[in-house]
């Protein structure tokens, strides 16, 4: 069963970038590795998806290390809409054996 | 696009009462997915649908959990009776497939008295 492991909170400023890493020691070969954003009374909102290597889109930046043990989500020039709960989502297994773990998810707050 | 629709989004039940979700999936996504999330924490999968088969329901309590999707499309989770540990978030999600990406509806939020 794949587990995850994330920090349970992060400071930042404004303007700054900020770097939340998830650890997801038995994801399987084929596994890809999503993040979300949950703000309150909303369901997870998807940011990015990825395999190998480096993601990039119009919101964050994903870095996969190549043993792909771990997994790194970057905001850049986070504001203070952007305080919420972030959370990686990896698979372990097909078909009926796959398995849909969440982490613990890690709490953003953005002060001005 | 429409996204996910969940209906109630809350609901207030006394506890032995029986409760029901819907979830209507984006159109065309053949995965359909039921989570819990208590207060802080993540998402945790209850049962997981290919089309109309529940193929992953290992963490759905079957003494008291029940679901179904009917043709395929529209989903309905059920709960009878419902314990006062019930209460939490109930989070509906679709995908086009099991290795696609999850787009999750608003949730119902159940309060059990």
């Known amino acids: 069963l794949a587990k995850t492991t994330q920090p349970i909170s992060m400071d930042s400023y404004e303007g700054q970038e900020v770097n939340i890493t998830c650890s997801h020691n038995?994801?399987?070969?084929?596994?890809?590795i999503t993040w979300y954003q949950q703000f309150p009374s909303q369901g997870p909102r998807f940011i990015i998806q990825g395999y190998k290597t480096k993601v990039t889109n119009e919101v964050a930046s994903l870095f996969i290390p190549a043993d792909r043990k771990s997994s790194t989500l970057s905001l850049p020039r986070v504001s203070l809409s952007d305080t919420a709960v972030y959370y990686c989502?990896?698979?372990?297994?097909?078909?009926?054996?796959?398995?849909?773990?969440f982490g613990s998810g890690t709490q953003l707050t953005v002060l001005p | 696009e429409a996204g996910v629709v969940q209906s109630p989004r809350y609901k207030i039940i006394e506890k032995k009462q029986p409760v029901a979700f819907w979830c209507n999936p984006i159109?065309?996504?053949?995965?359909l997915y039921w989570y819990l999330q208590n207060l802080g924490q993540g998402p945790e999968l209850l049962i997981r649908?290919?089309?109309?088969?529940?193929?992953?329901d290992s963490q759905l309590p079957k003494d008291r959990f029940s679901a179904e999707r009917l043709k395929g499309v529209d989903s309905t989770l059920k709960i009878q009776p419902a314990e006062l540990g019930d209460s939490a978030v109930y989070l509906c999600?679709?995908?086009?497939?099991?290795?696609?990406?999850?787009?999750f509806g608003p949730g119902t939020r159940l309060t059990v008295l």
């Open positions: 989502l990896v698979g372990d297994g097909l078909g009926s054996a796959r398995q849909l773990t």
């Open positions: 159109s065309g996504h053949n995965t």
């Open positions: 999600a679709s995908s086009l497939d099991e290795m696609d990406t999850q787009y």
């Open positions: 649908y290919e089309n109309e088969e529940a193929v992953d």
């Open positions: 038995n994801i399987a070969t084929n596994d890809y």
